[in-house]
């Protein structure tokens, strides 16, 4: 879904799809198909002979044909608290029960205001419980913060299906209402943000690149298969397009040759920059090629800046620092390094000659003058 997003919310992080953390903690309705699908990882699909036993099988969520009063909405748990800048909706193969129109609402709430909500089971054909709806009502999620006002939608057809909405507030929220009028199908939700969250105790040891932590990726060399950002996203991923996979890249030698280190004597490699949620020390590094069994890099280099209050231009030169020096990988496996750097502020991953990185985890000390 890269290639489809709105230019301006490229270099946000996406805080509530599944791998994000983002998670379904309640809806009036799943009859047709279950919310869950709405902020599943993968691009929607459609499949023409596919039926349940309540109707036509819809990668989405689909709720049943209103016949009594009011209309349908959801709420979503986001990955972490943020800000959230902008929305995807996409209505992909939803061409005649598409919902019409939408509406987002949002709040930040607390550990205690969840246990507050009824137990979210995930079930087509069913709908909330008179009982469920009493107790989700507690919460006043009619009466949260609107940040998208009602909005017309458009069908799921290619040229129609993509409809992005920016949202103004600087406010930080943790949960959003998505409300459908009255009933119908949205296939995917994308909630594009900056993360917002709590600073570590100075002596913790945190993961400083995880995007729960507000890292983000501001530059990269290919992306044709998978998008360095899926890097930095809590968990293990589960397939291999949920990783960093660069395209085959064409100056490689017509005949590979190997060092006397063992590394591949290749002249071309592949990079991404990410700037740190927290600014500090690391200590540990994890890169991970699980689900990248024949297509893993050879080698992997991690170097680290500190720019104070600049950005990384891809114009200017940083002075990198090397942290991790070129290091063999292996095929679906941790690899772990230890390792002590200055202050640093961003790193550069290096893939030579090219391939898939699954996830990296930066394990550090947060600064605490900086912070």
């Not at 044909?65 to 943020?82: E, F, N, Q, S």
Request: some cysteine.
């Amino acid at each position: 879904m890269i290639e489809s997003i709105k230019p301006g919310f490229v270099q946000l992080s996406e805080l509530g799809s599944t791998s994000a953390g983002g998670k379904v903690l309640f809806a009036t309705d799943d009859f047709f198909a279950a919310c869950e699908n709405m902020i599943s990882d993968t691009d929607p699909i459609f499949i023409a002979d596919k039926y349940t036993e309540f109707g036509k099988w819809m990668d989405g969520w689909e709720t049943r044909r209103k016949r009594v009063a009011g209309h349908d909405w959801c709420i979503l748990k986001l990955a972490t608290k943020c800000v959230i800048r902008g929305f995807l909706v996409d209505t992909a193969f939803f061409t005649g029960n598409y919902a019409p129109k939408y509406s987002i609402q949002a709040a930040c709430l607390s550990s205690e205001d969840e246990v507050s909500m009824p137990e979210r089971i995930e079930c087509i054909g069913s709908a909330c419980s008179e009982c469920d709806l009493k107790q989700i009502k507690k919460l006043k999620s009619d009466k949260w913060e609107e940040i998208v006002p009602i909005t017309a939608l458009q069908p799921g057809y290619e040229e129609t299906r993509h409809n992005f909405q920016k949202v103004l507030s600087d406010e930080a929220w943790t949960h959003i209402r998505v409300n459908i009028f009255p009933d119908g199908g949205i296939a995917r939700l994308r909630v594009f943000g900056e993360a917002k969250p709590e600073t570590p105790a100075y002596n913790e040891i945190v993961d400083l690149v995880s995007v729960v932590n507000g890292g983000y990726c501001v530059g990269f060399s290919n992306a044709h298969y998978g998008h360095p950002s899926n890097m930095i996203k809590p968990g293990k991923s589960k397939i291999m397009a949920d990783g960093w996979e660069t395209a085959r890249r064409l100056d490689r030698p017509t005949v590979i040759e190997v060092n006397a280190d063992g590394t591949l004597n290749v002249q071309g490699e592949e990079w991404a920059v990410f700037k740190l949620g927290f600014i500090g020390r690391i200590k540990k590094v994890c890169i991970d090629t699980t689900q990248f069994k024949g297509n893993f890099p050879d080698t992997v280099k991690i170097e680290g800046v500190y720019l104070g209050n600049a950005s990384w231009p891809e114009s200017k030169d940083a002075l990198w620092r090397l942290i991790i020096k070129p290091s063999k990988l292996t095929a679906n496996k941790e690899h772990w390094y230890s390792c002590d750097s200055d202050v640093t502020s961003h790193i550069k991953v290096t893939m030579a000659p090219d391939g898939g990185i699954s996830r990296i985890r930066i394990f550090g000390v947060v600064d605490s003058i900086i912070n």
